[in-house]
């Protein structure tokens, strides 16, 4: 077994302010991926990774960096945090492939507030 | 609007009743996740159907594929309080990266 490790739990900014999730696996996983969550809602994919170094924007990108340095770690940056935008954001890999499609791993998630 | 964008439905039954969720997707995919998401937690996947198969069970759940209609569901038999959750359905297009999520259930069982 394996584990998603997202840190910190609960993330405190100010308006205007660059503030970075961090997420780590230790699956082996080759690809991984950020979510956001609102109150109420469903999943949006902002970014995904197939593989160290590579980056994929998703459906919410604008607003948000991503950077997949190591195999076993993917950082979202919130580029300038907006009180809209306080939601979880949760991350997740998969070993991708196979005739059972992408199933995802998921962490605890981080909470975002803004204040 | 996205999907993920829209609220979460919500399904309230009794302890011991059948329920079933829906899911339509927008774009040909070769297999469904049904995920499940507890308070405070990541979701986590209880069941997959592949594009070949039309229906799939597990235990008390079953999922059902049409891929002509673009559409799944998942059914839970004989529901008791611990299956109080909120249920998304996933499609990744044709074995893609690209993992999207389904607008979600929120389901709650009582005694």
């Known amino acids: 077994g394996g584990i998603i490790t997202q840190t910190p739990k609960f993330l405190i900014g100010q308006e205007g302010q660059k503030l970075t999730l961090k997420c780590q696996q230790n699956?082996?996983?080759?690809?991984m991926y950020w979510y956001r969550q609102d109150s109420g809602k469903g999943l949006r994919l902002i970014y995904y990774?197939?593989?160290?170094?590579?980056?994929q924007k998703g459906d919410l990108s604008e607003g948000y960096d991503a950077s997949r340095e190591k195999k076993s770690s993917f950082s979202l940056t919130v580029t300038s945090a907006q009180k809209n935008e306080m939601a979880v954001f949760l991350c997740?890999?998969?070993?991708?492939?196979?005739?059972?499609?992408?199933?995802?791993?998921f962490g605890e998630g981080s909470r975002l507030i803004v204040v | 609007s996205q999907w993920g964008e829209e609220n979460l439905q919500a399904l309230s039954i009794q302890e011991g009743e059948d329920v079933t969720m829906n899911c339509s997707y927008k774009t040909y995919t070769t297999v469904v996740h049904w995920y499940r998401q507890d308070s405070g937690r990541g979701p986590a996947l209880i069941i997959l159907i592949r594009s070949n198969e039309r229906e799939k069970r597990s235990g008390r759940l079953r999922a059902t594929l049409d891929t002509s209609s673009q559409s799944s569901s998942l059914s839970i038999t004989a529901a008791q309080c611990e299956d109080t959750a909120v249920y998304f359905c996933?499609?990744?297009?044709?074995?893609?990266?690209?993992?999207?999520f389904g607008s979600g259930t929120r389901l709650l069982v009582s005694p």
């Open positions: 996933a499609t990744d297009g044709t074995g893609g990266y690209k993992v999207v």
């Open positions: 997740a890999s998969s070993p991708a492939g196979g005739d059972s499609g992408n199933t995802l791993y």
């Open positions: 990774s197939i593989t160290e170094n590579d980056l």
């Open positions: 699956f082996n996983h080759d690809t």
